[in-house]
């Protein structure tokens, strides 16, 4: 890369893209932070009523720390569970108005474009490497182009929800009712109280977000009489997974998909499972959601929906930068195997930097978040590692990019439908020293196929042995044993 005096384009003020920032003035180069919102942490705002998962002390970016710690910021009791609204208070805001940063961050100003000047992604050019990237800002002045040395994308992927539809499409009404369905978790015990009072809510969705907000519905019925909750699931109920309970190494993650589990076992909730959602219309002032449980038609009657099934990273802006992307996961082919959920969902993935972020346009990069594509179980402190490394590589400091500076907690998390039931038992303890899971595919992939690691499976293009592998050289497997090498 050419012209060392450009910024480095950050495209997002989370959590991740603060602390790029931070990382980058520690290496001594200079970040220009591009937050589409009206404050550093806007994202966060939507969830400001939820508590994480991680304690304090593994939300908070040594770089980031530093430049607070130097202007007598108190850190939170680190064993403390913020919620959103925590973060952004105690970290985030704190850390977007230090002197280091403050002047660096753009807000009100959404990237709708980034390329390399004077050459579109067809074109080779003459040194195409060492050519700028030209970054269009939508201001609300107009549209503005910003040149950089080079960009990190941590804009995350709160904006870009998972539809209802079962086919990865909005469902054909679902757009037309927007006013009545919600993404996310939204706040039903707070600032959408009356919303959902009263009220008869489908949740869609089988994750931690889904989880969530059933178990805020059902505290609302305590208090709210005729609130009714019904869950739907796309897969049996006996397949889906509710986590590792006391086995999580993440405590309130483990005591969430547990309570959420009660309930359904419990009938506090309806649960509909399969349930495949094929048409949302507008019927006598309620919803009529048509679907198919265990492939029968069937429609059933909400009125309002919470769609919780995951978010997809939005590369509408990217259109011309080359990126190197897995077709399933939409993450980079070297960090896809390690996160792909159709072969493992093991909650802790080994700690990854520049080298599996890599895209084929040299000089960009996707961190945080949406770094795992449509992938889930993401943890704040695997973001502050990535752009750590890669703060380290675009400084020329290659050594310290490839070197390891994270201890993840150990998770243990499985899903129970990826393998025998044997298997499985012996899987969901704690995390191997490489902190994944390795599941034995034979059907993908000889039974030793895991003696690879993924960089040496995707160097020679062996595909099968790439998505089979979870983490570095982990022991050989035999067929029906454990997973854990």
């Known amino acids: 890369m050419t012209e060392p005096n450009l910024p480095i384009a950050v495209i997002g003020a989370g959590p991740v893209g603060l602390a790029a920032a931070a990382q980058l003035l520690s ?46 910021w108190i850190a939170p009791d680190p064993e403390h569970y913020p ?33 390399r000047r004077d050459l579109g992604r067809l074109h080779d050019g003459t040194g195409r490497a060492e050519a700028p990237f030209v970054v269009h800002v939508e201001m609300a002045e107009g549209i503005e182009a910003l040149e950089a040395r080079a960009v990190i994308d941590c804009s995350g992927t709160w904006s870009a929800p998972n539809p209802a539809g079962s086919h990865g499409l909005a469902a054909p009404g679902e757009a037309a009712n927007a006013g009545r369905i919600a993404y996310g978790i939204p706040d039903v015990l707070g600032r959408e109280r009356a919303t959902y009072a009263g009220a008869t809510t489908l949740v869609v969705g089988a994750g931690h977000s889904a989880m969530n907000a059933v178990l805020d519905l059902v505290e609302l019925a305590k208090a709210a009489a005729g609130t ?16 590792g309970g006391v086995k999580d190494g993440l405590a309130q993650r483990g005591a969430l998909g547990a309570r959420a589990q009660a309930l359904v076992e419990a009938r506090q909730v309806t649960a509909l499972a399969p349930f495949l959602i094929d048409r949302i219309v507008e019927d006598g002032g309620a919803l009529a959601v048509t679907g198919r449980q265990e492939k029968r038609p069937t429609t059933v009657r909400a009125d309002r929906i919470i769609v919780a099934t995951g978010f997809r990273p939005d590369l509408s802006f990217l259109r011309e930068v080359r990126l190197g992307l897995d077709p399933a996961v939409e993450a980079t082919p070297a960090l896809a195997p390690l996160i792909d959920p159709n072969l493992h969902s093991c909650g802790t993935v080994r700690p990854h930097g520049e080298a599996e972020l ?106 099968a042995s790439a998505r089979a592998c979870s983490g570095p050289a982990p022991k050989p497997v035999a067929k029906g044993g454990g997973c854990c090498g």
């Open 27 to 72: 290496r001594g180069l200079q970040p220009l932070i591009l937050e589409a919102g009206p404050e550093a942490g806007h994202a966060v705002h939507a969830w400001s009523h939820v508590r994480m998962f991680s304690p304090w002390k593994f939300n908070i970016d040594p770089s980031a720390r530093a430049l607070l710690e130097a202007e007598g």
């Open 83 to 115: 919620t959103g609204a925590e973060l952004v208070a105690g970290y985030l805001a704190p850390l977007a108005a230090t002197a280091a940063l403050r002047g660096r961050i753009r807000t009100g100003a959404r990237v709708v474009g980034v390329a």
């Open 228 to 243: 009714r909750i019904l869950w739907a699931f796309r897969r049996p109920l006996g397949a889906v997974n509710f986590g």
């Open 358 to 463: 890599r895209h084929p346009e040299p000089g960009f990069y996707i961190a945080g978040m949406k770094a795992y594509g449509r992938a889930p179980t993401f943890l704040l402190a695997t973001g502050h590692e990535q752009v750590r490394s890669i703060a380290a590589f675009l400084a020329g400091d290659v050594e310290a990019a490839q070197r390891v500076e994270l201890v993840l907690p150990e998770t243990g998390v499985c899903s129970t439908d990826q393998r025998p039931a044997a298997a499985a038992s012996s899987c969901c303890g704690p995390t191997t020293a490489q902190g994944v899971c390795c599941d034995p595919k034979p059907e993908l992939a000889p039974e030793a196929v895991c003696c690879a690691t993924v960089t040496e499976a995707v160097k020679r293009a062996d595909v």
